[in-house]
Each structure stands twice: as C-alpha cells, then as structure tokens.
C-alpha cells in the first residue's frame, strides 16, 4: 500500500486510530487526527500526539477532515456522524483500520470473529502458533491494534486477528488464508438497525476468500450456515452433535479432527478451560492450527495447559468456601447464558447490568430459574433486567461494584458462586470491561 505523499484523515483518538495514525505517518502519509471528545478528557491521548508531531483536533470534526485522498475510521465512531455523511456525499473512501494495516502484512492471516468466544480462540490459537514455533503475531480487537504491531510481521510468520463486527464494518481487501465464525446471536442492537445487519457485518471478514482459503465454522449454528451462503473460501465445520468427513467433531468424549486423515486430537477432560462452550472454541482452533500444519502433540499440549484469558470465566478467589468468577468480558446476553450453563451443580449469584446494547434479556429467564440463587443488579440496564426477569428469583439492586459484592457475599453460604457476568457493555459506570473486571476483583480481595 502505497501512502507516501497522501493526505490521511484518521477519525477517533483511540488506541487503533492513534496507531493506524502513527503507522501510517511512518509511511510517508500527511495525516491528521480528529477527535469529537474534548481535549481534557484525553490528555494521554494529547500528549501521545504531541510527541508524534502529529496534525490532530479535539473536540469536533471539521471540515479539515474533508482535506483528504481517503479516512481511516476508528471502530468506536457511530457509522452515522455527520462528518461521515459529508464524506460519502463528496465519495472520500472510508476504511477500517484492521483493513489498512492488513495492506502492510506480510504474515498469513488467522481471523477469529463470532458474538462470543472470539478473544478466547485468539488467544488460544496464538498460543498454539508461538508454542509451535511460529513467529506470531496477536492483534486485533483482543486489544492491540494490528497497527502497531504489522511492521514486525514476518513472510513465514502468522498473524491471529480477533475481528469485531465494527472493524469489519469498511473491510474491501481483507483476505483471510483462514477464517473462523464461531456463532452467531443478537448483539450490539444501540448500533445495528436489526440483526441481520449485525450479522452482514460479520459477514464482511470473510467475502474476499476464494477456494485456496479456508472458512472454519459452526455447523451447530443455524444463524452461522445462513450468513456463509455464497462465500467462496473453502468451508470447514466443527460440531458437537455430528460426525463429519471434513472437520472436527465430538465423538465419545474426545475431540476427532478429519482433514487428510482422522485423527483423535485430545478427550474433553483434559481442556484446560471450562465448559462446553469452550469445546467449541477448542475444535475451532484446533482446525486452523492442523490447516497450517501444527502437528498434534503440539495443539494438545496447549489445549490442557491454556487457562483462558482475563474477564472471560476468569476464577478470581475463594473465601469462606464461596468462589468468585470474573466474566466481565460477557457484555451480552448469549455470552451471559453460557457463562450460567458452564456451572453445573452449583447455585449462583449473579451480578449483572450495565449499558443497555438494545437485546432482551428474557433469553436468560428459564436458565436463571434453573441456576441462580438470587440477582444482583447495577447500571443503566438494572430496571430493563429487572423487568424482563420479574417472578424468576429475588432481585438486589447494587449502585456500585463495591455494594454488589457486598450485597453478593451476604447472600452466600459455603458452596455458592457468585459470578460477575453482566450481559451489557461497561460504559454507563466504567472505561471499559476490563475496568469493570478488575473493580470487581479488587472488591473481592477486600471483604474479611
């Protein structure tokens, strides 16, 4: 991709546009940043910019946005600002910064999207690629931006990317050697018109393969089968209830891989992260690891040591035989669902709520009734809950994360969960979920 010279509007001062930014100036491109918050609510940001020596404004978009051979949107912008509307009216391209730095990369791409498990398959999957010897790189929306990591790709390396439905959005070019969809379920309704919409975003990170590409899927998921109708790459599935002649599959408690041959690749015990979930999320990347030819013993050895990722079903502590579960990354309600399913003859605590992303939650009701002891709810989306799970168990209400685990612990006995999976995004009460995660660990180590 050849920048030098060009004038480049990067939209948002986030941590991936201050990268695409900072890569892109690296590259020889005029860039300017413009961000709609004002400057004393991000003085890091600020200063980061100042030392690059970087043209940038807060506070608003202008018009000098405009002054450009094409922009770089920030997935956290709404699709719908003004200033995006002024640049398809003057036909300005509008890329994803995932799409701009994939140009640059020289290492095959893994990419990992789906509702849930995404993080957790990137990582896992990484782990495998770097135990296996393989320069490896991780980015994406796992939380480095690819941005600041492509310069250090390498032709025989791989690079695993967790790609959101927001930074697929502007993808033109991306073209996955291999391609993951994990499943498919409602989410992020404040920003979609409806879920086919969200799912034709998901859609976008797989529609440049051709045959000599893999699309690795789940063939338990109806939603995920509809959405991968007329896409070229060469289609792989993994299942729990089916065997098949080409994918991996469930099969007497072990995991079965069947690609040039059948192979048993490790028994569902010896997974080192709970629940069955995450036999999904095994098959996956055990699929793409074998695809580009990391051997068995390899895939295995890291499946029984992988101990998942932060804020994902991450046990935090037990005291006074009560454990605490940290599933703060869970910030939608299917994700919540299969956190309660993971737990199997344990009662539950649930501390849940947060931003409303536009779902019910009533999904949850027949789970909840099953599962959990009583509600523990906080945030904007605590009365929405509330109502959507009225006659199910009790109801707490918490007005911040050091009543919720106090109110939590006083309703524990010895043997009791109390588990943190809000089913809603972090951002009426906190940065981020990460935020959100550690406050609620930080409260556990607290209580006497």
């Known amino acids: 991709m050849d920048v030098l010279n060009k004038n480049i509007s990067v939209i ?59 922009v770089v949107v920030s997935p956290g912008v709404p699709g719908d600002i003004p200033i995006l509307r002024k640049l398809a009216v003057l036909k300005i391209p509008v890329y994803s910064e995932i799409e701009v730095a994939s140009r640059f990369l020289r290492s095959p791409i893994i990419a990992i999207t789906g509702s849930n498990g995404k993080t957790t398959t990137t990582a896992l999957i990484g782990e495998i690629c770097r135990k296996s010897g393989l320069d490896t790189i991780v980015a994406g929306n796992i939380g480095t931006p690819l941005s600041d990591v492509v310069e250090t790709s390498a032709e025989n390396g791989i690079a695993v990317l967790e790609i959101s439905s927001f930074q697929a959005e502007r993808l033109t070019t991306f073209k996955p050697k291999v391609g993951i969809l994990l499943n498919l379920s409602p989410d992020h309704m404040d920003r979609y018109s409806s879920v086919e919409e969200y799912y034709r975003a998901k859609r976008k990170t797989f529609e440049m393969q051709d045959s000599a590409d893999y699309l690795i899927y789940n063939d338990d998921d109806g939603n995920v089968k509809n959405i991968i109708a007329g896409l070229g790459g060469t289609k792989i599935p993994f299942s729990l209830n089916r065997k098949s002649s080409n994918g991996c599959y469930l099969y007497g408690g072990r995991i079965m891989c069947q690609l040039e041959k059948e192979e048993e690749v490790i028994t569902t015990d010896w997974i080192g992260i709970i629940g069955k979930h995450n036999f999904y999320n095994a098959m996956a990347a055990i699929l793409a690891a074998r695809l580009i030819h990391i051997p068995v013993t390899t895939i295995r050895r890291t499946l029984h040591e992988f101990r998942g990722v932060d804020h994902r079903l991450e046990f935090v502590k037990e005291t006074r035989g009560v454990r605490f579960y940290n599933d703060s990354k869970a910030t939608n309600v299917d994700s919540t669902y299969v956190a309660l399913e993971s737990f199997t003859a344990e009662k539950i605590i649930l501390i849940a709520g947060g931003k409303h992303k536009g779902a019910p939650y009533t999904p949850l009701r027949e789970l909840t009734k099953q599962k959990v002891k009583c509600l523990v709810l906080m945030g904007e989306a605590a ?66």
């Open 12 to 70: 948002g001062a986030a941590l991936s546009g201050i990268a695409v930014a900072g890569l892109l100036k690296r590259k020889g491109a005029r860039v300017f940043l413009s961000e709609s918050a004002p400057q004393e609510q991000k003085s890091k940001e600020y200063v980061l910019l100042q030392n690059e020596n970087m043209e940038f404004e807060f506070g608003g978009h202008s018009d000098r946005v405009l002054n450009a051979d094409w």
């Open 383 to 448: 009365p929405l809950i509330e109502k959507d799970m009225a006659g199910v168990v009790p109801v707490i209400r918490a007005q911040s994360m050091h009543e919720a685990v106090q109110k939590s612990f006083e309703q524990a006995v010895k043997g009791d969960v109390i588990l943190l999976s809000p089913a809603c995004s972090s951002y009426d009460m906190f940065k981020n979920y990460e935020d959100r995660g550690n406050q609620f660990k930080q409260e556990i180590f607290q209580l006497n």
